[in-house]
């Protein structure tokens, strides 16, 4: 069923132990569909600046991406995130951003993309988030992600965001702070208190969480001995896990639980290479075998 | 089949943020032999001071814990902790340590307890769990775990140490700290390098990973909601690992698991109240019971 993504679109400068890679392409609505593509169409709606090199966005062609609702937009800049994982691989210091597009107004929704039944929000300003959802109509399944910045700054436009989505992704961290709650499964339970009727939180390489009212699923992480680029690996993940939503039509637990797994593991070919190339490597057979041996190292 | 224990036996004080206990009983060997007992007669092997009040040691009455190996030791006092984990509930912040008699000889092994076949040398000097090691006949399972300390400070002895064992538990500190390794998985291979034919690494409420030169297995937590005191939860992990896997008499990857599982099961229980208080509500039908559960939520 359709899948549309609205989030960020960016050049990256990313540093870790394994190296730099300059201008690369990133952003969440890149990484999150590339990762559903592996299953489902994705309708991507996101804006660059004129300054983005086309070379750059060469990187969805070929994919099962209808870029439709890509907005070069004439006098913008392109979003530039510049991170490293020198000291730290499971936390990104920002050494330098510039929200540029970002900063204005939404991309335009299609006219043609209005009637998506799944809808994922990347991370963007909650009241952004709340824009796109107005142009849509009725669908079936909308998860959300955030970040620091909107708990911290924007709460009230986020606890009405909240109200409006059925899931909601977020990071440990995030988590923590949005409900002043260390203990994560407590957490959650006071993240669904908001709205969500389910949500699921992303702990890198420990793997994530999911709790609705009726159920609490844990996953570890796809044991990975050599992580080059963990960025993108959230957006992967959820990536991942709503393509194969949105092919299956039920939110039954074990569809739920079948589509963190496939997210864990899109991940994990996520941050095995920087940018984009380690998705690029992947294949929906490669991605379909690691599930399967993911699947069979849970069974004890 | 015969389960030994040697480690720690202490008078705890502990904060966590949900009350503070003072004298309590604790020690890695206590926690251990009490968690195992669920499933095997367990010989315990430790000293405590005179000064230790008889009313803490009747803890473990009633329960299939042989204890001729108990010193207690004229002239000498016990090991005493005092504990907090009021700003974090992963790590305790050491208020106060006085190892005493910790710091003297190792605890004499009982002739009849010399045939032992599974043993679990818990946390102490590298070089005192290999002279507990020479007192033993042909142990078929001989599983260690170490701490920061000795890592630091007695690295050749625990070098020596890990030549001996078959297999290593220790937490994700330790195992960054002993490899200089950061990736977990990485940082164990690196651990199998050294010795043991086997690695478990406890990462608290991320769960464990166990690698093997074959095998590599993953498992999260069980999910709680409300940690009361985190302190033994390792031993006990250890315990309900150590436990089941004397009962099984083999080390098949799938007999590992469900091992990895118990003790997962176990901690969970210990982690619910203070001191021995949550291992004290459990009953082997409740842990089996919470075992079955957690099985079930790995499948998808």
């Known amino acids: 069923m359709s899948l549309l993504v609205t989030g960020s679109i960016g050049i990256d400068t990313v540093e870790t132990p394994f190296g730099k890679r300059e201008n690369v392409i ?165 993240v669904l208190s908001m709205g969500p009727h389910f949500v699921v939180i992303k702990k890198g390489e420990h793997g994530c969480l999911m709790v609705s009212q009726n159920d609490t699923f844990v996953l570890p992480a796809f044991p990975a001995d050599t992580v080059v680029d963990p960025t993108g690996a959230g957006d992967s993940f959820a990536g991942g896990m709503m393509g194969y939503l949105a092919t299956q039509g039920s939110f039954s637990p074990s569809t739920v639980k079948r589509a963190l797994a496939f997210g864990t593991v899109v991940a994990s070919f996520t941050i095995a290479d920087f940018s984009l190339d380690g998705l690029k490597a992947a294949t929906r057979h490669a991605i379909d075998e690691r599930w399967h041996q993911f699947k069979q190292a849970m069974i004890f």
Request: glycine content about 8%.
């Open 26 to 190: 990133g952003g969440s609505a890149v990484y999150f569909s590339y990762a559903a593509s592996f299953f489902a169409p994705v309708r991507l709606v996101g804006v660059v600046g004129e300054d983005c090199p086309g070379p750059l966005l060469h990187a969805l062609q070929g994919r099962d991406i209808d870029t439709h609702g890509l907005e070069i937009r004439r006098g913008s800049r392109t979003f530039r995130w510049h991170g490293s994982y020198v000291q730290n691989m499971n936390d990104a210091v920002t050494v330098e951003v510039d929200l540029n597009v970002l900063a204005e107004r939404a991309a335009k929704i299609p006219e043609n993309f209005r009637d998506s039944k799944y809808v994922f929000l990347a991370n963007t300003h909650p009241k952004i988030q709340q824009e796109t959802l107005v142009a849509l109509h009725g669908p079936k399944l909308i998860v959300a992600d955030t970040m620091n910045l909107w708990i911290s700054t924007q709460r009230p436009e986020l606890e009405k965001l909240l109200k409006k989505v059925h899931g909601l992704v977020l990071n440990d961290g995030e988590a923590r702070l949005l409900t002043d709650t260390d203990n994560l499964i407590a957490a959650a339970r006071r």
